[in-house]
């Protein structure tokens, strides 16, 4: 299991598919909460072709984020 941490500004950020770095060709997804809880926020899922996805962050706080296919893949941004 790996979590990536992002720390960023609030506003736009483009957020690594690394799932599809690492399985390319295969569908993922960036998705925002966690396996088994996606809060709707955001959720792009994606051929393995596409691996960056832009999303606006408005708030200050933490947003957790994994891939539906694969969801030992995880992520976290921390918005400041």
């Known amino acids: 299991l790996e979590i990536e941490r992002v720390d960023i500004e ?3 950020a483009v957020i690594r598919d690394r799932c599809a770095l690492r399985i390319p060709d295969r569908p993922h997804s960036v998705t925002s909460g966690v396996p088994g809880n ?3 926020t955001f959720d792009k899922a994606t051929d ?3 691996r960056r996805s832009q999303f606006t962050f408005g708030a200050k706080g933490i947003v957790f984020y994994y891939c539906r296919f ?5 992520g976290t ?4």
Do not use: I, K, T, Y
Not at 70 to 74: A, F, I, K, L, N
Not at 77 to 80: S, T
């Open 38 to 40: 996606p809060d709707g």
């Open 48 to 50: 393995g072709s596409d």
């Open 77 to 80: 941004v921390v918005v400041r």
């Open 10 to 12: 609030a506003g736009p």
């Open 70 to 74: 694969h969801p030992s893949m995880r």
